[in-house]
């Protein structure tokens, strides 16, 4: 059954191409904010160090109310090095905005995030951004992406993607180049019509794939993804399956669905939402949540192997404990293993060296 109440799309796009500043202006135009709220620019980088370099560096989501229809949007990094954040949250949608600056066109990040989006048969609209720039070359730009998609080998219906031009800045989508359009309407009403709703059952088997974790200081771990099908409710008790594992009778501290840059507590969601829930212990990215008495995992989510290793250890050097923090082994272990919870793409492993830990990564 297609809900038609919902669309689920990502964003994706090559590093400082827009597409933070792109779901500003979608948050702003869709009244989630206040007339006198005071809105900071690139509002969905909210870590200090997103803030700080000017990058997305981990994939989050936010939901706007657009005809009555619930636009669930992933703001994914545009960084090869965070290249699994990516992957993740393409399990999450239905489509993607691929975003591509009208000057620098289709850049190395943009045919890493471009071939994972194509593996899955997702729908794309090509937005073309930072129109007004002066050195812009847009027919070129155009043609660029063309030669990218045949490239990665996107079949005849891939290939026909609609294009639509942004100045997401000034938060102005135009259908045509020279249209007097004062605002993102028409980038609304394009993935509206672009994009299914997803297809999913209210009266399957639960299945809710943990797609990304966050945390919070009152509830503790918070998983985040989408309920493939079934309904999740505060009431029911439901299993966690887990790699080689399915403990059973696990129950929700507080169930939420997205609205705005806020989760919202809920009693129960329905299948097709982009949701998150608290309340169960050593959860992990790729655990499935289902029913309590025959329970049906989904797929885990499978990423790129690492390309980088380095190795981790206390500093031993004559200036150490002159300056900074005084970290000790345990220290060090439990902040590599805590960045594993929500980085799928990294590995800690142990070493010989009892005191040596060896981080393996995409950058």
Sequence with gaps: MIKDKFRNIAIIAHVDHGKTTLVDGLLKQSGTFGEHETVTDRVMDSMDLEKERGITIAAKNTAILYNDIKINIVDTPGHADFGGEVERSLNLVDGVLLLVDSSEGPLPQTRFVLQK???????????????????????????????????????????????????????????????????????????????????????????????????????????????????????????????????????FSALYTFQGLSKIPVEEVESGDIIAFAGVDDISIGDTISDNESPQPLPRIKVDEPTVSMLFYVNDSPFAGKDGKFLTTRHLSERLNRETLSNVSLKVITTERPNVFEVRGRG
Excluded: H, W
């Design 117 to 251: 989006a194509l593996n899955r048969n997702l729908p794309v609209i090509l937005v073309i951004n930072k129109i007004d720039r002066p050195d812009a070359r847009i027919s070129e730009v155009i043609d660029e992406v063309y030669d990218l998609f045949i490239d990665l080998g996107a079949d005849d219906k891939q290939i026909e993607f609609p294009v639509i031009y942004t100045n997401a800045k000034d938060g102005v989508a135009n259908k045509e180049l020279n249209d007097d359009s004062k605002d993102l309407t028409p980038l609304f009403d394009l993935i509206i019509d672009t994009f299914s709703g997803p297809n999913v059952e209210d009266d399957y088997a639960t299945q809710f794939l943990i797609t990304n974790i966050d945390y919070d200081s009152y509830v503790g771990q918070i998983a985040v993804g989408r309920l493939n099908n079934g309904v999740l409710s505060m009431s029911n008790s439901y299993s966690l399956c887990k790699v080689n594992q399915v403990r059973t009778n696990q129950k």
